[in-house]
């Protein structure tokens, strides 16, 4: 039975799962099976996760500054969720595989060739690089999503996310571009300079000038006798937030040419307001006592 989250359906769904903090913990991790091998990465028997969580975004788009990216390829955020703190937000307890947000590479359309022409390139070495990388059908570019703060900087908030008001899940990342010629350190934001991502299911609040996007709490569904929610269309939306240059593609010297080529040709850095994050998701929760039973 699938119904759309409100106050009260929130309210119920806390009780169901209330229901099972009676249950004692399993000695150790298991691999659970049906609907419950979805929380295999959860660290369900560690003290400081209450619950478990998989969210998994299914389609949507980013865009950074003139480039748009969607999502064409499943990416998961999984893991533990600790006790809420005062203001109702639980943290991420890192999955049990190390990949909390896992790294999954979206294509952007047009390539490398959307974003670099090598003739325009002045350095002789780089630019017979870029021709060689060209020459050998190498032109494809991925964007991949990591986490760049650890899992604890994840905070969800389930009242947030039910009501479709405020923030429901602050998400710090950076994105990596993927291709030959960049080399392996091509990034769009870093540990120190995250895009950080404040999404909401409720109306976001850009900068003026900006029109407001609105998101969607999903609707619920209660398998395993109600021990399991699962929020499907769940569309968690942002566009307040800014995006820094990319920096460290090609690697030294190199990128002292290519950095410049991509930021002009991208649009970075980029303004709050310019960019935008709308994903839509199918999330899973339980508490962590249910997944150690099963």
């Not at 499943?74 to 190390?98: C, D, K």
């Not at 800014?242 to 850095?269: F, K, Q, R, W, Y």
Request: aromatic share 4%; glycine share 10%; hydrophobic share 40%.
């Amino acid at each position: 039975m699938r119904k759309r989250i409100t106050k009260a359906r929130l309210f119920g769904t806390t009780l169901a799962v209330a229901g099972l903090t009676t249950l004692g913990f399993a000695s150790g991790a298991s691999a659970h099976t049906g609907e419950w091998a979805k929380f295999n990465n959860c660290p369900s028997t560690n003290p400081s996760a209450r619950k478990c969580l998989q969210a998994v975004v299914t389609k949507g788009q980013v865009v950074l500054g003139k480039k748009t990216v969607p999502v064409v390829n499943p990416q998961t955020l999984q893991g533990g969720l600790t006790a809420p703190n005062e203001e109702g937000f639980r943290s991420m307890v890192a999955a049990t595989n190390g990949e909390t947000l896992t790294k999954t590479p979206q294509p952007v359309p047009g390539g490398l060739a959307g974003i670099i022409n090598c003739k325009e390139i002045s350095n002789f070495l780089v630019r017979i690089g870029c021709e060689t990388v060209f020459e050998n059908g190498l032109t494809g570019l991925n964007a991949t999503l990591e986490l760049a703060k650890p899992a604890s900087e994840v905070k969800i908030n389930e009242t947030n996310l039910a009501l479709e008001e405020g923030t429901a899940l602050t998400l710090p990342v950076k994105v990596h571009l993927e291709n030959p010629l960049l080399g392996s350190a091509c990034y769009i934001g870093s540990s120190s300079t995250p895009l950080i991502w404040n999404l909401t299911t409720g109306v976001t609040s850009p900068p003026a000038g900006t029109a407001p996007i609105t998101g969607f709490g999903g609707l619920a569904e209660f398998k395993e006798e109600g021990a399991l929610l699962q929020i499907n269309g769940t569309d968690l939306v942002e566009n307040n937030w800014a995006a820094p240059s990319a920096s460290g593609c090609g690697g030294a010297i190199v990128e002292l040419i290519l950095d410049p080529i991509i930021n002009s040709e991208i649009g970075l850095p980029s303004a709050a307001g310019k960019n935008v994050a709308n994903l839509t998701n199918t999330i899973s929760l339980a508490t962590a006592e249910a997944v150690n039973k099963h």
